[in-house]
């Protein structure tokens, strides 16, 4: 199947990603919550599509003049297994290098296996663990590459 990856403003894409982040994610974001992470900062969003569909995304945001934060991703359950995160994170971390970025920072938690294996097969360094990180018991887990 042919995948198009793009650059899109929050905008045009929103009520999409929302509905997708609900199929990956427990708990989602709320509209409001991504719109005021996002309000006034440097950010980007680029999007897998199949067939006109959003099927996997990324967003970052300028962290420092350095860094870059990678914020949230994902890719909708049935169509894991085709490389399409690696792409999305391939694009970012070609635009973190076009664009001076030193540093790209990933946070995931000890519950979720597969984004920590994904993670150290592209070569990110764990380098923090935040104990009971949003108060739920769940640690949080820092990398960077």
Known sequence: ??????????????????????????????KEKIIERLKDKKYWIYVAEAKGKIVGFKIWYEESPEKIYSWLGGVHPDYRRQKIATKLLEIQFDFAKKNDYE?????T??????????LEKENFANTNIEKNHLGDGKDAIFYER
């Open 109 to 118: 938690h000890k519950g979720h296996p597969e984004m920590i294996k994904f």
């Open 1 to 30: 199947m042919k995948m198009e990856y793009k650059k899109v403003n929050l905008d045009e894409c929103l009520d999409e990603l929302h509905e997708l982040m609900k199929t990956i994610f427990e708990n989602a974001y709320s």
């Open 103 to 107: 540093v790209v920072e990933i946070k």
